[in-house]
């Protein structure tokens, strides 16, 4: 008796364990049926200039991708310190590594670095971050990664505009349907693109009439140093530096703390100090790590702004306008950061 009981809790356990597990991290969100769902879909797909050819091939056998789901509702809070996250993601096996990938590729980088005015360096910076140099780029099949986020209704409108994009991309035969894979979420290939800043930054460098961010290299390079530029890349300017506080640095910090509401990339810019020029923060103490001058710039356009990943016992940077360029590719200062550090070693 007391063991039938007990069986009967343990079944009744696992059933509502089972269901709610079914619920929270399986099953899409959506009372429609897929099928209905994806007839509506088509007619939102044919009228944004994708054939039915292309659309039936893309969704032939696909059905929402239970992992992706359950990826989306489980991305873990954002726990590792800014040491721990450098000394992963910018290693010794990444520096080492990245050397290598930028002697193979000097040629492309250079033509590429050269025509579209964004350092190499930091081509390869982002390159490296963001796939290991191409070495992992996501095996999910988009469309399917897409679709199943655009069925679920965490956030259907975003997710459905890139479902359509990435369509469009199959439509115009930038990549095989084969190679068409990305990460769980749908960012494509060696830069991470997702569609829409597919089709507004990624470059056709050798001209074939295909954006091949998958596998041709120059299209890798050029795409990503275009989404820079377009995202204010100043060629003749790095990325900021690091630099050392003046004895009463709490004094500092106060004084400069930001005090208008961040507009854009909040995330990481409610972190980042108000924007002085140069000679501004040398008047407030500030100096190179090695404890000499900032600096000049004669621009007077040009301003900085102070942020201490860390916190306020941790190494201080100032950062310039194209570490806000890198911050558009990935609103996070760690990101950036990384970036930027990376780029710093493959110099
Ligand atoms: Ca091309």
Aim: hydrophobic share 40%; with cysteine; aromatic share 12%.
């Amino acid at each position: 008796m007391i063991k039938n009981s007990l069986l009967g809790i343990l079944l009744l356990f696992s059933f509502l364990g089972g269901s709610v597990w079914a619920k929270e991290r399986i099953v899409p969100d959506n009372p429609q049926s897929f099928s209905d769902w994806l007839i509506e879909l088509k007619v939102e797909a044919l009228k944004n200039d994708i054939s039915e050819t292309t659309f039936d091939a893309a969704f032939a056998g696909i059905e929402p991708n239970p992992k992706v789901i359950k990826l989306d509702r489980h991305q873990p809070e954002f726990t590792q310190t800014y040491f721990q996250y450098i000394s992963k993601r910018v290693s010794q096996s990444r520096i080492k590594n990245g050397k290598i990938k930028v002697v193979e590729n000097a040629d492309s980088l250079n033509i590429v670095s050269e025509k579209i005015g964004v350092q190499q360096r930091f081509i390869a910076g982002i390159w490296g971050m963001e796939t290991n140099y191409g070495s992992y780029s996501g095996g999910y099949n988009v469309i399917r990664s897409l679709a199943t986020l655009a069925y679920d209704m965490r956030r259907p409108t975003y997710f459905r505009t890139q479902l359509i994009k990435a369509l469009n991309i199959l439509q115009e035969g930038h990549v095989n349907p084969d190679d068409f894979k990305g990460s769980w979420a749908g960012a494509m290939g060696q830069g991470q693109f997702m569609p829409s800043s597919f089709f507004a930054y990624a470059y056709d460098f050798d001209k074939d009439g295909k954006k091949d961010i998958w596998n041709n290299k120059a299209d890798v390079f050029a795409s990503i140093a275009n989404y820079l530029k377009e995202h204010g890349w100043q060629s003749e300017r790095t990325w900021g530096r690091q630099v050392m506080l003046p004895d009463d640095a709490k004094g500092l910090l106060d004084k400069v703390r930001q005090t208008e509401k961040v507009k854009y990339c909040r995330r990481a810019l409610k972190d980042h100090s108000k924007q002085y020029t140069m000679e501004e923060w040398q008047d407030m103490g500030v100096r190179t790590i090695y404890g000499s001058d900032l600096p000049t710039v004669a621009d007077p356009a040009f301003k900085a702004s102070l942020i201490m990943p860390a916190g306020a016992d941790g190494p201080a940077f100032l950062t310039y306008k194209n570490f806000r360029a890198i911050l558009s590719y990935n609103c996070s200062n760690f990101y950036a950061l990384g970036v930027s550090l990376l780029a710093e070693e493959l110099k």
